[in-house]
């Protein structure tokens, strides 16, 4: 059993959903469009940092390039661990919806 | 693609501001991310959006910053502070030995700062001081170094050197100023007008300018003038100098300064010294100092090459050379320095061991009571304190109770200033306004004693494995402590051996004083008055004699030209029969009069003395003494031809060699003549003090005051003389006992700590073994046979480091005790005992306790 905060889940399945491409900046807009919920640049470096140490994604340096002032991207990826903890929160997820009763519509 | 130019980068100082408070983890991904993202918005919505929203950015991230940081480094520090006052009060007895060792090592440490700097600022207060240089004479006829030169080579030094600025000297004199009724015997001198220009004695009154243009003119100092004049103004009024020399005030000065090795408290044109010598331009005659003031650039040693035979271009014989001296070094190294830079060394070094002894204590102490922190360190560990915070945590600890330490050594040192001012004829203080040596001293010991103390306890309990501690009830005091206990070993070893080095040194300073004071000088020094000849006592020498002998107490009189304590006079060109022309005759010479073997008791070993029956004695006799015959190798030397300059004669006599010198030196050649009128000095031999003493004294000053009533009476003991030339030497000596009580003190303060540790230790084993049948005599001695036997190892260290530092010391003396074995048992033997009492006394408090008491504790 995983045990995951909610911003780590929604960072791992950023990053999962990212694929080849997925680095501070997209994850960071990806949350900000998929969630509609303005993250600041920071707040989600913690996460990834967590998920970092407990060895769900792995980091990868990209070529440095001019407009990060010199400087690498730095892409993150799911490890099989990080898989193992998606399918695992996946089916909780499911399972904990199942056979609820619906909740009405509303607007978000 | 994009092009991209400068403005495109974020503003430099919001950038370093990011940079520092993202967390390390994260800062470069962060930092990129960053970049690109105001990239972006400045291209898409212009600089200033992207500006703003980087700095809001910024201002977004300093808050987790201040958290993170400050607030938590807060909390911990709070922690360990309350945590370290808990232990400190939980564990009264240690917390005392600790800090009471510390401080009492620290407040040596500042006395010995205070006195070394004392040292070291000596005539460093004048502006010039940098630019100020002694011409001495190194001459290598005597192999010795005159402070004096001769009048003519200053004015010749400024006159040819153009980097000599200026120059003055100074004839220094001992004479009495009288001014209406009061007369006073004051030190003071002859020195050229530039003497207030070149050196900084600050001017009360008077113009400095021309205070000492004029010829009759005299600067007094503050004292001087409270003395004389009192409150009323002094400038404008009268001193007489010797009775002969009438001079007119024209300026006070402030009293010189203590670390000045000038000592004068009046001034006197030197144009006066010049008209009454009877040879001013003689470049041979070594008499007064002189002193250069150099150019800013001007190096002394560029100098020194150039001027070192200037002596022999004007006539004076091969042998001496014209040296310079910096005057910042002559309170330290010249050979009239009244410091010595050797015991700045050594007592430095006798600091730093001191205040290593009282860290020792720490360092044992903690470790050997570290499992009362291993519950703490397990718990720390396990919440995730890493080996750096507790290293932090531990040192942080101990400068704390070094900080502790340090303030109640400023109070120590506070109350012990006067003593060591007493000791030293210093005015010390703990001014620390302005001083940032001083300061800074002081902040080097509290970190040194922190670091030293704590860094061994700090690694040493950081390293405990939680795991370990925690699982087990049992804390791992024994396991893998070998290792550790030896070490503390070492340590008390250390400890003691510093002790009883410091103690055998300690006894053998006293064993060569008192040697000194008993040993047989070849004359007798006890019952011996001596009173400087001065006005008509002088000038009517037979008659003040001749007079003082009427009286019966009075034994013998005898003039003699130097006191017999210390003579100094040398001279090189004595002839004889026989004589190798080659051979060097440098010898020592007295004026004496017929009695004056007499008096002194010496004994003559050939020939006579001087005697009122030849009359010729007066102009042809001269006595020697054996180490002069061995010199000048000859044999049967009474009725031997001998003369020096015009006076030519023959050898009448020979007495025993007798210590006319400090016992430094071995006993040279010496040679008396007898020339009735030329003393300086009138040495009286009296009946033994049972005669009242008071009465003596009362009757020669009324003669004194028959002939000389112009002159203050003066006189002294000779064996007080006597003693006075080993002042420093019994100072030095008092110094050392004093540190060494405390060394040994603060050892057995630690070790009396450790005692009390080890019985806590050993209560059950103590129980166990008096239930079984041991008796209290038996535990005694199994536990206090360890300590005794680190104590005798220390011996073996301190034996061989003693012994030679002591025959190091004893290498300044001529004539030395012997050392002999006595000393290093005796030394022993008292560290032993000292350790023995303070280790019994847990010993016997362990031993006598109630088993039944000590085994119910669980």
């Given at each position: 059993?995983?045990?995951?905060?909610?911003?780590?889940e929604?960072v791992?399945?950023?990053?999962?959903?990212?694929?080849?491409?997925a680095?501070?900046?997209?994850?960071?807009?990806?949350?900000?469009?998929?969630?509609?919920?303005?993250?600041?640049?920071?707040?989600i470096?913690?996460?990834?940092h967590?998920?970092?140490?407990?060895?769900?994604?792995r980091?990868?340096?990209?070529?440095?390039?001019?407009?990060?002032?010199?400087r690498?991207k730095?892409?993150?990826?799911?490890t099989?661990?990080?898989?193992?903890?998606?399918?695992?929160?996946k089916?909780?997820?499911?399972?904990?919806?199942?056979?609820?009763?619906?909740?009405g519509?509303?607007?978000? | 693609?994009?092009?991209?130019?400068p403005?495109?980068?974020?503003?430099?100082?919001?950038?370093?501001?990011?940079?520092?408070?993202?967390?390390?983890?994260?800062r470069y991904?962060?930092?990129?991310?960053?970049?690109?993202?105001?990239?972006?918005i400045?291209?898409?919505?212009?600089?200033?959006?992207?500006?703003?929203?980087?700095?809001?950015?910024?201002?977004?991230?300093f808050?987790?910053?201040?958290?993170?940081?400050?607030y938590?480094?807060?909390t911990?520090f709070?922690?360990?502070?309350?945590?370290?006052?808990?232990?400190?009060?939980?564990?009264?007895?240690?917390?005392?030995?600790n800090?009471?060792?510390?401080?009492?090592?620290?407040?040596?440490?500042?006395?010995?700062l205070?006195?070394?700097?004392?040292?070291?600022?000596?005539?460093r207060?004048?502006?010039?001081?940098?630019?100020?240089?002694?011409?001495?004479?190194?001459?290598?006829?005597?192999?010795?170094?005159?402070?004096?030169?001769?009048?003519?080579?200053?004015?010749?030094?400024?006159?040819?050197?153009?980097?000599?600025?200026?120059?003055?000297?100074?004839?220094?004199?001992?004479?009495?100023?009288?001014?209406?009724?009061?007369k006073?015997?004051?030190?003071?001198?002859?020195?050229?007008?530039?003497?207030?220009?070149?050196?900084?004695?600050p001017?009360?009154?008077?113009?400095?300018?021309?205070?000492?243009?004029?010829?009759?003119?005299?600067?007094?100092?503050?004292?001087?003038?409270?003395?004389?004049?009192?409150?009323?103004?002094?400038?404008?009024?009268?001193l007489r100098?010797n009775?002969?020399?009438?001079?007119?005030?024209?300026?006070?000065?402030?009293?010189?300064?203590q670390?000045?090795?000038?000592?004068?408290?009046?001034?006197?044109?030197?144009?006066?010294?010049?008209?009454?010598?009877?040879?001013?331009?003689?470049?041979?005659?070594?008499?007064?100092?002189?002193?250069?003031?150099?150019?800013?650039?001007?190096?002394?040693k560029?100098?020194a090459?150039?001027?070192?035979?200037?002596?022999?271009?004007?006539?004076?014989?091969?042998?001496?050379k014209?040296?310079l001296?910096?005057?910042?070094?002559?309170h330290?190294?010249?050979?009239?320095?009244?410091?010595?830079?050797?015991?700045?060394?050594?007592?430095?070094?006798?600091?730093?061991?001191?205040?290593?002894?009282a860290?020792?204590?720490?360092?044992?102490?903690?470790?050997?009571?570290?499992?009362?922190?291993?519950?703490?360190?397990?718990?720390?560990?396990?919440?995730?304190?890493?080996?750096?915070?507790?290293?932090?945590?531990?040192?942080?600890?101990s400068?704390?109770?070094?900080?502790?330490?340090?303030?109640?050594?400023?109070?120590?040192?506070?109350?012990?200033l006067?003593?060591?001012?007493?000791?030293?004829?210093?005015?010390?203080?703990?001014?620390?306004?302005?001083?940032?040596?001083?300061?800074?001293?002081?902040?080097?010991?509290?970190?040194?004693?922190?670091?030293?103390?704590?860094?061994?306890?700090?690694f040493?309990?950081?390293?405990?494995?939680?795991?370990?501690?925690?699982?087990s009830?049992?804390i791992?005091?024994?396991?893998?402590?070998?290792?550790?206990?030896?070490?503390?070993?070492?340590?008390?070893?250390?400890?003691f051996?510093?002790?009883?080095?410091?103690?055998?040194?300690?006894?053998a300073?006293?064993?060569?004083?008192h040697?000194?004071?008993?040993?047989?000088?070849?004359?007798?020094?006890?019952?011996?008055?001596?009173?400087?000849?001065?006005g008509n006592?002088s000038?009517?020498y037979?008659?003040?004699?001749?007079?003082?002998?009427?009286?019966?107490?009075?034994?013998s009189?005898?003039?003699?030209s130097e006191?017999?304590?210390?003579?100094?006079?040398?001279?090189?060109?004595?002839?004889?029969?026989?004589?190798?022309?080659?051979?060097e005759?440098?010898m020592?010479?007295?004026?004496?009069d017929?009695?004056?073997?007499?008096?002194?008791?010496?004994?003559?070993?050939?020939?006579?003395?001087f005697s009122?029956?030849?009359a010729?004695?007066?102009?042809?006799?001269f006595?020697?003494?054996?180490?002069?015959?061995?010199?000048?190798?000859?044999n049967?030397?009474?009725?031997?031809?001998?003369?020096?300059?015009?006076?030519?004669?023959?050898?009448?006599?020979?007495?025993?060699?007798?210590?006319?010198?400090?016992?430094?030196e071995?006993?040279?050649?010496?040679?008396?003549?007898?020339?009735?009128?030329?003393?300086?000095?009138?040495?009286?031999?009296i009946?033994?003090?049972?005669?009242?003493?008071?009465?003596?004294?009362?009757?020669?000053?009324?003669?004194?005051?028959?002939?000389?009533?112009?002159f203050?009476?003066?006189?002294?003991?000779?064996?007080?003389?006597?003693?006075?030339?080993?002042?420093?030497?019994?100072?030095?000596?008092?110094?050392?006992?004093?540190?060494?009580?405390?060394?040994i003190?603060?050892?057995?303060?630690?070790?009396?700590?450790?005692s009390?540790?080890?019985?806590e230790?050993?209560?059950?084993?103590?129980?166990?073994?008096?239930?079984?049948?041991?008796?209290?005599?038996?535990?005694?001695?199994?536990?206090?046979?360890?300590?005794?036997?680190w104590?005798?190892?220390?011996?073996?260290?301190?034996?061989?480091?003693?012994?030679?530092?002591?025959?190091?010391?004893?290498r300044?003396?001529?004539?030395?005790?012997?050392?002999?074995?006595?000393?290093?048992?005796?030394?022993?033997?008292?560290?032993?005992?000292?350790?023995?009492?303070?280790?019994?006394f847990?010993a016997?408090?362990?031993?006598?306790?109630?088993?039944?008491?000590?085994?119910?504790?669980?």
């Open positions: 059993m995983y045990l995951l905060s909610r911003s780590e929604i791992l399945v950023a990053v999962w959903k990212l694929r080849e491409d680095y501070g900046v997209t994850i960071r807009d990806h949350i900000n469009q998929t969630i509609g919920y303005e993250w600041s640049v920071g707040a470096y913690a996460p990834l967590r998920l970092e140490k407990k060895g769900l994604v980091t990868k340096k990209g070529e440095p390039t001019s407009e990060r002032g010199g690498s730095i892409y993150y990826e799911v099989e661990e990080g898989k193992k903890a998606l399918h695992q929160m089916r909780v997820h499911e399972a904990i919806w199942q056979d609820a009763p619906t909740l519509y509303k607007k978000s | 693609m994009r092009k991209k130019s403005s495109h980068r974020p503003p430099m100082m919001a950038q370093w501001l990011l940079e520092r408070f993202v967390d390390r983890n994260i991904s962060a930092l990129g991310d960053f970049e690109e993202i105001y990239a972006r400045a291209e898409y919505e212009g600089h200033l959006p992207a500006r703003i929203w980087y700095w809001k950015q910024v201002a977004k991230s808050p987790p910053f201040v958290t993170d940081s400050f938590w480094r807060y911990m709070k922690n360990y502070l309350i945590v370290a006052f808990r232990k400190m009060l939980r564990q009264k007895l240690f917390s005392l030995i800090i009471s060792g510390l401080a009492i090592g620290m407040a040596i440490c500042i006395l010995i205070l006195w070394v700097q004392d040292e070291l600022n000596y005539d207060f004048h502006t010039n001081a940098e630019n100020i240089v002694r011409v001495v004479i190194n001459d290598q006829n005597y192999g010795v170094r005159w402070p004096v030169v001769s009048i003519p080579i200053g004015p010749a030094l400024k006159q040819d050197f153009p980097e000599v600025l200026d120059m003055v000297r100074v004839g220094d004199t001992y004479g009495l100023i009288t001014s209406g009724e009061k006073h015997d004051e030190y003071g001198a002859y020195v050229d007008p530039s003497f207030l220009d070149i050196f900084s004695f001017m009360i009154m008077g113009n400095p300018e021309t205070a000492l243009s004029m010829p009759a003119s005299v600067v007094i100092s503050r004292e001087l003038a409270e003395k004389f004049f009192g409150d009323s103004d002094p400038l404008g009024e009268s100098l009775q002969d020399l009438d001079l007119t005030v024209t300026g006070v000065i402030e009293d010189m300064p670390n000045s090795h000038f000592d004068l408290d009046f001034l006197v044109s030197f144009e006066i010294y010049r008209k009454r010598d009877r040879d001013p331009d003689n470049w041979g005659r070594f008499q007064i100092y002189t002193y250069i003031l150099l150019q800013e650039s001007a190096s002394y560029d100098l090459t150039k001027v070192s035979g200037l002596l022999q271009q004007h006539n004076v014989r091969e042998g001496p014209l040296e001296e910096p005057l910042t070094r002559i330290l190294y010249a050979s009239d320095g009244r410091g010595d830079i050797r015991y700045i060394y050594i007592f430095a070094i006798v600091a730093v061991i001191i205040l290593a002894i860290c020792i204590n720490f360092t044992n102490l903690s470790t050997a009571r570290s499992s009362t922190r291993a519950k703490e360190i397990g718990m720390r560990k396990v919440i995730g304190a890493g080996k750096s915070d507790l290293v932090r945590q531990f040192i942080g600890e400068v704390l109770i070094s900080l502790i330490s340090f303030a109640c050594a400023v109070m120590l040192v506070w109350l012990l006067p003593t060591l001012n007493n000791l030293t004829d210093k005015h010390l203080t703990l001014n620390t306004h302005g001083n940032w040596t001083l300061l800074a001293g002081f902040v080097g010991i509290v970190l040194f004693a922190g670091f030293l103390a704590g860094s061994y306890p700090a040493f309990l950081s390293s405990f494995k939680p795991g370990n501690i925690l699982k009830s049992l791992p005091l024994h396991r893998g402590g070998k290792k550790r206990t030896l070490f503390r070993k070492a340590l008390v070893v250390s400890q051996a510093v002790s009883i080095f410091l103690i055998i040194s300690t006894f300073i006293f064993k060569q004083l040697f000194i004071r008993n040993k047989n000088l070849g004359y007798q020094k006890d019952h011996i008055i001596s009173i400087p000849l001065r006592a000038q009517q037979e008659a003040f004699k001749n007079e003082l002998l009427r009286d019966s107490r009075i034994l009189a005898t003039g003699v006191s017999p304590v210390v003579i100094g006079k040398i001279h090189n060109g004595y002839e004889w029969e026989g004589k190798d022309p080659e051979k005759s440098r020592y010479e007295v004026l004496v017929h009695d004056f073997i007499k008096t002194l008791d010496i004994t003559i070993v050939q020939g006579r003395d009122k029956d030849y010729t004695d007066i102009s042809k006799a006595i020697l003494n054996e180490a002069a015959v061995k010199g000048m190798d000859i049967s030397p009474v009725g031997k031809d001998f003369s020096f300059g015009d006076r030519m004669g023959t050898i009448v006599g020979i007495v025993k060699d007798f210590h006319f010198r400090p016992l430094h071995e006993i040279g050649p010496l040679v008396m003549f007898c020339v009735p009128g030329n003393f300086n000095r009138l040495c009286l031999k009946r033994p003090e049972s005669y009242g003493l008071s009465g003596t004294l009362r009757y020669i000053e009324s003669v004194w005051e028959k002939f000389a009533p112009d203050p009476f003066q006189y002294t003991f000779l064996d007080a003389a006597f003693d006075r030339l080993y002042r420093s030497e019994q100072k030095t000596g008092r110094i050392f006992g004093y540190f060494t009580f405390l060394a003190f603060i050892s057995c303060l630690g070790l009396f700590g450790l009390v540790q080890i019985a230790q050993r209560t059950k084993e103590i129980g166990i073994r008096k239930v079984m049948g041991g008796s209290v005599s038996g535990i005694t001695l199994r536990l206090t046979g360890d300590f005794i036997k104590v005798a190892v220390a011996n073996l260290i301190a034996w061989p480091a003693a012994y030679l530092a002591v025959m190091i010391w004893l300044n003396y001529a004539y030395r005790t012997n050392v002999g074995v006595i000393i290093f048992i005796l030394a022993s033997a008292v560290a032993l005992l000292i350790a023995f009492v303070t280790v019994s847990q016997i408090k362990a031993a006598v306790a109630d088993p039944v008491k000590i085994l119910r504790y669980e």
